[in-house]
């Protein structure tokens, strides 16, 4: 069975106040020596995106896409009690993720009618996942999250860009820097080329310079899926 039980490897979860959401830190990360405390980095979030200030979307500054970041998310409540009564954790395996995506939820599926390599990932599948009963699979899980926005830190906001597009497949994205940049022209252009957020935070205020754009998802990916299950990983 390839999965990631509830609490294994799991970074220390320390919960803290944020305002109308829940906020949980993953770890004493270094993004808080560019942006100050995480709850400014919440703040900042909050007016950079109108998606993350609603009371539900709750905060997690965690390790992810090996950047350190602020994810902005949604608890999918209904899968996170079924996965708390499974005993299921964040799924881990590609090759479980693909067959998933081409399983209907909660319908049931000849097992004769899956592919050598589906069969193969349907022997890897952790507990709770899916069911298999009377040769047919049935399909249980979904994401368990939602993400609104990452927000990564940077000291420079061409680095900080870089960083950020590491997200452009999953969920809308913003650089925090610390001062304003001497070429904001420049900034601006690039920025929002990429649809990249640009926030500035020193010690007097927060200025949104670029706003994020508002992510689309085309279509379900065994990439996009797992990166929901990482941060599940930390926040379930």
């Known amino acids: 069975m390839v999965g990631c039980r509830a609490g294994e490897n799991r970074d220390t979860i320390r919960p803290g106040p944020a305002g109308d959401g829940q906020f949980r830190l993953a770890e004493a990360l270094g993004v808080q020596s560019v942006t100050g405390t995480p709850e400014t980095l919440a703040a900042a979030a ?61 319908m049931p599926v000849p097992v004769t009618s899956l592919t050598r390599r589906e069969t193969a990932a349907l022997k890897l599948a952790p507990p709770g996942a899916v069911s298999v009963r009377d040769g047919e699979v049935v399909r249980h899980a979904v994401a368990p999250v939602r993400v609104e926005l990452a927000v990564v830190a940077g000291s420079f906001w061409r680095h900080g860009l870089e960083k950020a597009g590491r997200f452009e497949p999953f969920c809308a994205r913003a650089v925090a820097l610390r001062r304003h940049p001497r070429d904001l022209a420049e900034v601006e252009l690039q ?37 929901l299950e990482e941060v599940y990983r930390v926040v379930g």
């Open 191 to 227: 920025a929002g080329f990429y649809g990249v957020g640009v926030i500035v935070i020193d010690d007097q205020s927060t200025e949104v310079l670029v706003p994020p754009a508002p992510f689309r998802r085309c279509r379900w990916t065994a990439a996009g899926w797992r990166f």
């Open 46 to 106: 909050r007016a950079a995106s109108p998606a993350v200030r609603a009371s539900e979307v709750h905060f997690a500054l965690m390790p992810v896409m090996g950047a350190e970041a602020l994810v902005c998310y949604r608890l999918d409540d209904g899968e996170a009690a079924r996965r708390h009564r499974a005993r299921a954790g964040s799924l881990c395996s590609a090759d479980v993720l693909e067959l998933l995506l081409g399983l209907p939820v909660g």
